[in-house]
């Protein structure tokens, strides 16, 4: 789940358990989490390995009319199919402006969650991400 952009500024903590800073120096740190696992100074992953296509998400893909699969305060998931292929996947349209403010970056944390999940036979695998004026789509397998 994504977090609300507005409360990004509230940071309470929800774990009970708080580590001790270490005495470790950011790029030792950086070097720990590997190459492409940048963080943002909020603490969201902020690099990606998938690439955002820009060209529109239904040259691509037919969503399936009346096949809704679930809906949350910010993203709708949708059943569609690739044209190319036939197979069928899970698309989540997620708006990009969430009470006014700018939540991409909360989008692209996401997405590197996902690719780092992507070993878990319990975790869906995204496929392809989409972009577009005001929203983002992500590709999901079913």
Request: charged share 25%.
């Given at each position: 789940?994504?977090?609300?952009c507005?409360g990004a500024?509230?940071r309470?903590?929800?774990?009970?358990?708080?580590?001790?800073p270490s005495?470790v120096?950011a790029?030792?740190a950086a070097a720990?989490?590997g190459?492409n696992q940048?963080r943002?100074f909020?603490g969201l992953?902020?690099?990606i390995?998938?690439?955002?296509?820009t060209?529109?998400?239904?040259?691509?893909f037919a969503?399936i009319p009346?096949?809704e699969?679930?809906?949350?305060k910010?993203?709708?998931?949708?059943?569609c199919?690739?044209?190319?292929?036939g197979h069928?996947y899970?698309?989540?349209?997620m708006?990009?402006r969430?009470?006014g403010?700018d939540?991409?970056?909360?989008?692209?944390?996401?997405?590197a969650v996902?690719?780092l999940?992507?070993?878990?036979?319990r975790?869906v695998?995204?496929?392809?991400?989409?972009e577009?004026?005001?929203e983002?789509?992500?590709?999901?397998?079913?």
């Amino acid at each position: 789940m994504i977090p609300e952009c507005p409360g990004a500024g509230n940071r309470r903590s929800r774990t009970r358990f708080q580590p001790n800073p270490s005495p470790v120096s950011a790029s030792t740190a950086a070097a720990a989490r590997g190459p492409n696992q940048a963080r943002s100074f909020s603490g969201l992953l902020s690099e990606i390995q998938t690439s955002i296509r820009t060209e529109p998400f239904t040259e691509h893909f037919a969503v399936i009319p009346g096949k809704e699969l679930g809906r949350g305060k910010f993203a709708v998931v949708r059943k569609c199919m690739e044209k190319s292929t036939g197979h069928e996947y899970a698309a989540k349209f997620m708006r990009k402006r969430r009470k006014g403010q700018d939540c991409r970056v909360e989008i692209i944390h996401e997405i590197a969650v996902l690719e780092l999940a992507t070993a878990s036979p319990r975790v869906v695998n995204l496929h392809q991400v989409y972009e577009m004026a005001s929203e983002m789509v992500l590709v999901l397998e079913l």
